[in-house]
Structures are given as structure tokens and as C-alpha cells.
């Protein structure tokens, strides 16, 4: 496939919980990568109605049903710049969560469209605020543009997330906590630069890029609050349909979810709680082009997961691509330049026109 992406049209406009831990060993098996789905597209339902509230566990429903926040930034201090710009830690709150960033802005004069950064499943212990995805975040600060790198919850100084959350070891060596409401830390910092938090940044061109389970978020965020962002990149994403995901695990090696699916299971629960978490259950709310790029070789997330999903978000009316580098990993080694230069030229075409 092409390595070049397409130039997007601008489009703008301006609590079911899972009880039994065997939810906990499944998610797992997702984000641990282990094996390649096969299973083909299934088309999606119209979006149900949300009746989830906010207590306990968030969903996407539960989310899509919360009032709208108008969060604003708190200035904590400066903190080290990653090429030659200003870099400052910033706070905001998000959903009773008080949430941390790294707010960077270019030399020059403003006002700068920006991106919001969101990164993927990391070591907490090994990660400082705002440090992920930095040769995307060099490359955006290089072509004029803002970077608000968002520290999900339970990373840097960012609350930790909730207790009752899903705890999974996604399989390199640390536990993960998917706490859903960092879909919704997502939102609120694409909220605070549309309502003019940060003077620097031109609110009217906002886009939206996460890599691998900040992939997954970033869809998230485009059902959530349709608009909040005028484009999404999806680096390497966790797949967006967690049933469909887990059927084909079990297409592919029959009875390898009996070990975690056991006898006290409730099927139409479980079913439920998977079409609650997984965005492409409501993507006939999105409004923003998407563009996903894969590596060929990533044995942690497939490329499969990416074509399903933008053949789904197709399927709404909304433009979509999927650009493959052929035989880049998970993090598009050896071939990473070339991921970044097709996500900023993708930015490019949408914030710049």
C-alpha cells in the first residue's frame, strides 16, 4: 500500500460493570496481542441509549451521558522542552480527576493549531509527564505546531485512577489500569484548547493523535464528544470492536477464552459490557476524517484491528484511511520517520487548508 496519506476534506462543526474477573483475563488477552484475529467485519447497530451513570466503572455510555465540562488549566511550572520550544506543565480537571499535561508551543507568534498527544500503555514507574511519543512531538513543535501531551490517569501527577477499574498486565512487564475515564481526560483536554485555556493555541484547528491503547482512546474521544477534534490519528490502536476482537482470537485458537470465560459468566452481560467499551458501537456519532497507520510486523496490535475499523468508521459517511509501513513494529521501527512524516502531512491537510 501507498505510503503517502490522502488529503483529507475538512469536516467540522462548530453502569453496566463486569463483576467476574474473567472481563479482567480477556481485556487481557486483547492488549496482550495473542494471536492475529481473522474474523470478518460485522456491521454495527444504531448507537443504544445511554443509561449508564457516572458511578462506578465509566463506560462510553456513560460518558456520552455526562454534562458537558468546560475544564481550564492550572500553570504548575516549566519542565524540559524536547526540541525548541516552550514547555510547561499544565492541570485540569476532568471528571472529578485532576489530570496533568506538558503544554508545548513553538517559538514565534501565535496563535498555533494544535495536537493533542495521548499516549499508549506505558511502565508508569519509567514515565515522566508529557515523554511519550516524542518523535511525533519534535516533528509537530518543528512544522508550528502546539502539543498538549496528556498524562492519563494514574500516570506522572495525574490522579490515580479509580480502584474498581480493570487491572490487566498487557504482557511487557507492568499492569495497566483501564480505567475507561481516561477516554474522558482525553475529551476535557481537547475541551480546555477549543474554549481558549491556553491563549497560545488557535482553537479553531484542534487535532487528535494516540498510539497504541491511546489509539483505542482517541476513538473513544471522537464518540464521546463528536467535533471536539478535527482530526484523529490512530497509531498502531487496540481494536475498536473488543467482541469481535475476541472471537477471532477464538477463531483462530478454538478454546483459548474457556480458561477465562468459566461457567459464572453472564453472556449477555459480558456482551453488553464489550459493546460498552468498544467505540465502534457508536460510531454513527463521529463527524472528524480518521486516518490509522500500522505496521505491518506489530505483534502487539494488528493491522487487521486497523482496516475493521476504518471500514466501519467508513461505513458512516466519514473519511477514513488506513496507510500500512511495511514490516515497522509496533513503534513502525525501522521505518518511524516515515509514520511521522505521513501523520504530520495528514495534520497538514486538515488544520492548514
Same mark, same amino acid.
Given at each position: 500500500?501507498?505510503?503517502?496519506?490522502?488529503?483529507?476534506?475538512? =469536516?467540522?462543526?462548530?453502569s453496566i460493570r463486569i463483576a467476574s474477573v474473567s472481563a479482567v483475563a480477556a481485556v487481557t488477552l486483547l492488549l496482550g496481542a495473542c494471536a492475529a484475529p481473522s474474523a470478518p467485519i460485522?456491521?454495527?447497530?444504531? =448507537?443504544?441509549?445511554?443509561?449508564?451513570?457516572?458511578?462506578?466503572?465509566?463506560?462510553?455510555?456513560?460518558?456520552?451521558?455526562?454534562?458537558?465540562?468546560?475544564?481550564?488549566?492550572?500553570?504548575?511550572?516549566?519542565?524540559?522542552?524536547?526540541?525548541?520550544?516552550?514547555?510547561?506543565?499544565?492541570? +485540569?480537571?476532568?471528571?472529578?480527576?485532576?489530570?496533568?499535561?506538558?503544554?508545548?508551543?513553538?517559538?514565534?507568534?501565535?496563535?498555533?493549531?494544535?495536537?493533542?498527544?495521548?499516549?499508549?500503555?506505558? /511502565?508508569?514507574?519509567?514515565?515522566?509527564?508529557?515523554?511519550?511519543?516524542?518523535?511525533?512531538?519534535?516533528?509537530?513543535?518543528?512544522?508550528? +505546531?502546539?502539543?498538549?501531551?496528556?498524562?492519563?490517569?494514574? +500516570?506522572?501527577?495525574?490522579?490515580?485512577?479509580?480502584?474498581?477499574?480493570?487491572?490487566?498486565?498487557?504482557?511487557?512487564?507492568?499492569?495497566? *489500569?483501564?480505567?475507561?475515564?481516561?477516554?474522558?481526560?482525553?475529551?476535557?483536554?481537547?475541551?480546555?484548547?477549543?474554549d481558549g485555556a491556553a491563549p497560545e493555541v488557535d482553537p479553531e484547528n484542534v487535532g487528535l493523535v494516540g498510539h497504541s491503547l491511546g489509539g483505542l482512546l482517541v476513538l473513544d474521544a471522537? *464518540?464521546?464528544?463528536?467535533?471536539?477534534?478535527?482530526?484523529?490519528?490512530?497509531?498502531?490502536?487496540?481494536?475498536?470492536?473488543?467482541?469481535?476482537?475476541?472471537?477471532?482470537?477464538?477463531?483462530?485458537?478454538?478454546?483459548?477464552?474457556?480458561?477465562?470465560?468459566?461457567?459464572?459468566?453472564?453472556?449477555?452481560?459480558?456482551?453488553?459490557?464489550?459493546?460498552?467499551?468498544?467505540?465502534? =458501537?457508536?460510531?454513527?456519532?463521529?463527524?472528524?476524517?480518521?486516518?490509522?497507520?500500522?505496521?505491518?510486523?506489530?505483534?502487539?496490535?494488528?493491522?487487521?484491528?486497523?482496516?475493521?475499523?476504518?471500514?466501519?468508521?467508513?461505513?458512516?459517511?466519514?473519511?477514513?484511511?488506513?496507510?500500512?509501513?511495511?514490516?515497522? /513494529?509496533?513503534?513502525?521501527?525501522?521505518?518511524?520517520?516515515?509514520?511521522?512524516?505521513?501523520?504530520?502531512?495528514?495534520?497538514?491537510?486538515?488544520?492548514?487548508?
Amino acid at each position: 500500500m501507498s505510503s503517502r496519506s490522502a488529503v483529507f476534506r475538512r =469536516t467540522r462543526r462548530r453502569s453496566i460493570r463486569i463483576a467476574s474477573v474473567s472481563a479482567v483475563a480477556a481485556v487481557t488477552l486483547l492488549l496482550g496481542a495473542c494471536a492475529a484475529p481473522s474474523a470478518p467485519i460485522v456491521e454495527e447497530t444504531a =448507537t443504544p441509549t445511554p443509561t449508564a451513570t457516572a458511578s462506578g466503572p465509566l463506560t462510553i455510555p456513560s460518558m456520552i451521558a455526562m454534562p458537558a465540562e468546560s475544564p481550564t488549566f492550572e500553570t504548575i511550572g516549566p519542565v524540559e522542552a524536547v526540541a525548541d520550544e516552550t514547555a510547561t506543565q499544565v492541570a +485540569y480537571m476532568s471528571g472529578g480527576k485532576r489530570v496533568t499535561a506538558v503544554l508545548r508551543t513553538p517559538q514565534g507568534d501565535g496563535p498555533f493549531p494544535a495536537v493533542v498527544v495521548v499516549h499508549g500503555s506505558v /511502565d508508569p514507574e519509567d514515565y515522566d509527564t508529557g515523554t511519550d511519543l516524542i518523535p511525533e512531538q519534535r516533528a509537530l513543535i518543528s512544522s508550528g +505546531y502546539a502539543v498538549l501531551a496528556v498524562d492519563m490517569r494514574g +500516570y506522572a501527577d495525574s490522579d490515580a485512577a479509580d480502584a474498581d477499574s480493570l487491572e490487566v498486565d498487557p504482557g511487557f512487564g507492568w499492569m495497566t *489500569v483501564l480505567d475507561w475515564g481516561m477516554a474522558l481526560d482525553v475529551v476535557n483536554g481537547l475541551r480546555a484548547l477549543r474554549d481558549g485555556a491556553a491563549p497560545e493555541v488557535d482553537p479553531e484547528n484542534v487535532g487528535l493523535v494516540g498510539h497504541s491503547l491511546g489509539g483505542l482512546l482517541v476513538l473513544d474521544a471522537a *464518540v464521546i464528544a463528536p467535533g471536539a477534534s478535527d482530526i484523529v490519528v490512530a497509531l498502531a490502536a487496540a481494536p475498536s470492536d473488543f467482541k469481535e476482537a475476541m472471537d477471532a482470537i477464538e477463531a483462530e485458537n478454538p478454546g483459548a477464552m474457556d480458561e477465562f470465560l468459566g461457567e459464572d459468566t453472564d453472556p449477555a452481560q459480558l456482551a453488553q459490557y464489550w459493546a460498552d467499551i468498544s467505540p465502534r =458501537t457508536f460510531f454513527d456519532r463521529v463527524t472528524e476524517p480518521l486516518l490509522m497507520i500500522h505496521g505491518t510486523d506489530d505483534d502487539s496490535t494488528f493491522p487487521e484491528w486497523s482496516q475493521q475499523t476504518v471500514d466501519a468508521w467508513q461505513a458512516t459517511g466519514n473519511p477514513a484511511e488506513i496507510v500500512l509501513i511495511d514490516g515497522g /513494529d509496533h513503534h513502525f521501527k525501522p521505518r518511524r520517520d516515515e509514520e511521522v512524516g505521513i501523520t504530520i502531512a495528514a495534520l497538514d491537510a486538515v488544520l492548514r487548508d
